[in-house]
């Protein structure tokens, strides 16, 4: 038998899926029987996420919750911007700034950070203002409504997820070099990807300073290689077995360093 059945458990909230349609009734019938509980039909909506099912694949976005962040914190009426952040945008401790409302503030990263659980897109600059919650700015305030703006046009972007993507496995890294002005360490960050579709992104400042940036890079390589190995074996329950899978790197001398056998 081919067919699989494939079960999400959140605390009192249970997703469920299968190749074969008996399989799902069965499961349901059973829990029922076993639990009480009712049966909410078609996955549509799970934790502030949005699920369209159609027969070329799935669409995950957030833009209710989008529109009511946006309008939570009154932003209805900004201009909307290109970017979540200018790149010429460095925040630091800012210790001579205005300060702000710490409440508001630590509100606005916490609905942001949610939201990134569909939007990639605002991973890094989300993450760039959270390290400042302990004494907000101005200058970090502003950083933060910019996201917010930028939001504004870009309420209905998600993540798509074709129904005849291949299942290779490809990993995409970076760090910078003392990107931090405050203590100077850098900060990483990974996509990976299965086929065409991102099914995980990460971005973190580490806890240490490195020296060069062919160190910053290599280390950063080698844990994403560790993070491989257990997706590798979580695939392996799934019946996909992946041989060979590739680390996308921009960094000429880690490369090579990860090529030699010393």
Known sequence: MNDILLVKIYVDDIIFGSTNDSLYKEFSQDMQYEF????????????????????????????????????????????????????????????????????????????????????????????????????PKESHLSAVKRIMRYLLGTINIGLWYPKNSTCNLIWYSDSDFAGCKTDRRRTCGTYHFIGFVVVSWHSKKQN????????????????????????????SDYGIILDHIPIRCDNTSAINLSKSLV
């Open 36 to 135: 009480e509980m009712s049966m909410m039909g078609e996955f549509k909506k799970f934790l502030g996420l949005q699920i369209k099912q159609t027969k070329n694949g799935i669409f995950i976005n957030q833009s209710k919750y989008c529109k009511d962040l946006i309008h939570r914190f009154g932003m209805e009426n900004a201009k909307h911007m290109d970017t979540p952040m200018s790149t010429a945008c460095y925040l630091d401790k800012d210790e001579t700034g205005q300060s702000v409302d710490i409440k508001k503030y630590r509100g606005m990263i916490g609905s942001l950070l949610y939201l990134s659980a569909s939007r990639p897109d605002i991973m890094f600059s989300v993450c760039m203002c959270v390290r400042f919650q302990a004494n």
């Open 208 to 235: 240490s300073v490195v020296l060069s940036t062919t160190e910053a890079e290599y280390i950063f390589v080698g844990s994403c290689c560790a993070q491989i190995l257990w997706m590798k074996q979580q695939l």
